[in-house]
C-alpha cells in the first residue's frame, strides 16, 4: 500500500483526507508538535462525521512517504517545505493542491523538479468554519506531467487515487489546466470575497457573474504570453462547474476573509497585474481588486470582530 502524507488541516486537505480514510486507506498529516497538540484537540467532522486523523512530526518519520499532497496556503508553503525537506526521498512524489500557478516552481526549487508532479484541486465547495467541514461536491484531482506523456508516475497516482475512491482525473495538458483553474480563482474567488457572494449569488444574480468575468478575461489575454490557449468557452466551463455548488458554500477567499486571516490576493490579483506589467498587457480591474482586498484584509486586522 502507498504511503500518503497530507500538508494543511484547511477544506481541501481535510476532505481529501476524508474520502482516503472512508476507503480504508491510512493517511499522516505532517506538521510541527504545536500544531500537532492543537489539532488533537480539534473535534473534526466532516460533513456531520467525526473523523479523528493521524499527525506526524518529521522526526518520527523513518521511511519516506510514496506521495505527499501539499494543501496549505500559498503563504504558509515555505514553512511548509522546511518540515518535508527532510522527509521526502528519492521516490517521493510530491502534488501541490494549491492555487494559483506558482507553488510547483516553489517546491521545485526546495525539492527537486523530479519530485513534483503538476495538479490542482477542481469541482469543490468544501468550507470550513472551525472544526467542521461540510461539502456537497467532493472535489477532483487534476494531475498529469507538463509534457503530456503518460508516465509510470502519473500511472501510479491514478491507481492510489482510484483505490482511496477520489475522484481524479489524469490530464494530458496538465499546464493548460492549471491556467484555466487560476483564471477561475481570478474571478470567482475575487469577485465571492470583495462582495461577500456564496456560490448561490453568482447562480442566481447575472451582474455578480459579471464582476467575476471582468477579471478572468484579463486572464484570458495573458494566458497566450505563457504559451497557453484559453477562451471564452473556457469560462463557460467554469460556469457549469459552478452551477453544481452548494448554494450556501463559500469559496476559500471569503473564508479566509471571513475569519480574519490573510487572503490569498498575491497570488491572484497580483500575479496578474505582475504578468500584465510584463507582457505590456492592461490589468485594470485585476489592479482595482488587488486594492480592494488589501483594503478589506487592513479593514479586517484592525476590527477583527467586524
Not at 187 to 206: R, S, T, V, W
Not at 221 to 234: N, R, T, Y
Not at 236 to 245: A, E, G, I, T
Not at 258 to 283: H, I, N, Q, S, Y
Request: glycine share 8%; proline share 5%; charged share 25%.
Amino acid at each position: 500500500m502507498e504511503s500518503v502524507l497530507f500538508l494543511g488541516m484547511g477544506a481541501v486537505g481535510i476532505t481529501f483526507a476524508s474520502q482516503f480514510v472512508d476507503a480504508g486507506h491510512p493517511v499522516q498529516f505532517l506538521c510541527d508538535e504545536k500544531r500537532r497538540e492543537k489539532y488533537r484537540k480539534q473535534d473534526l467532522s466532516v460533513n456531520g462525521r467525526p473523523y479523528a486523523f493521524s499527525f506526524v512530526v518529521p522526526s518520527e518519520i523513518s521511511e519516506a512517504p510514496d506521495f505527499v499532497l501539499v494543501a496549505v496556503k500559498e503563504y504558509q508553503l515555505e514553512s511548509a517545505l522546511d518540515l518535508l525537506e527532510g522527509v521526502a526521498g528519492p521516490r517521493t512524489i510530491v502534488l501541490s493542491l494549491l492555487n494559483g500557478i506558482d507553488s510547483e516552481e516553489t517546491i521545485a526549487g526546495r525539492l527537486g523538479g523530479e519530485k513534483v508532479l503538476p495538479a490542482f484541486v477542481s469541482r469543490m465547495d468544501s468550507t470550513k468554519e472551525g472544526d467542521k467541514v461540510v461539502y456537497s461536491s467532493p472535489g477532483q484531482i487534476v494531475f498529469g506531467e507538463r509534457d503530456g506523456k503518460r508516465s509510470p508516475r502519473v500511472e501510479r497516482f491514478e491507481r492510489l487515487l482510484a483505490e482511496a475512491g477520489v475522484l481524479h482525473e489524469a490530464s494530458g495538458e496538465i499546464m493548460r489546466m492549471m491556467w484555466w483553474k487560476f483564471m477561475v480563482n481570478v474571478g470567482m474567488n475575487q469577485a465571492g470575497a470583495i462582495l461577500k457572494a456564496p456560490y448561490g449569488h453568482f447562480q442566481e444574480f447575472p451582474p455578480c457573474l459579471e464582476v467575476a468575468f471582468s477579471a478572468m478575461r484579463e486572464v484570458l489575454a495573458l494566458a497566450p504570453f505563457s504559451g497557453v490557449d484559453l477562451s471564452e468557452s473556457d469560462i463557460d466551463r467554469s460556469v457549469q462547474m459552478l452551477m453544481r455548488f452548494n448554494p450556501e458554500g463559500k469559496n476559500s477567499m471569503l473564508q479566509d476573509l471571513d475569519a480574519g486571516r490573510k487572503t490569498e490576493v498575491e497570488m491572484f490579483a497580483g500575479k496578474v497585474c505582475r504578468l500584465g506589467e510584463e507582457a505590456g498587457v492592461p490589468t485594470p480591474v485585476n489592479r482595482l481588486f488587488y486594492n480592494m482586498l488589501k483594503t478589506l484584509e487592513w479593514q479586517k486586522a484592525r476590527h477583527p470582530g467586524k
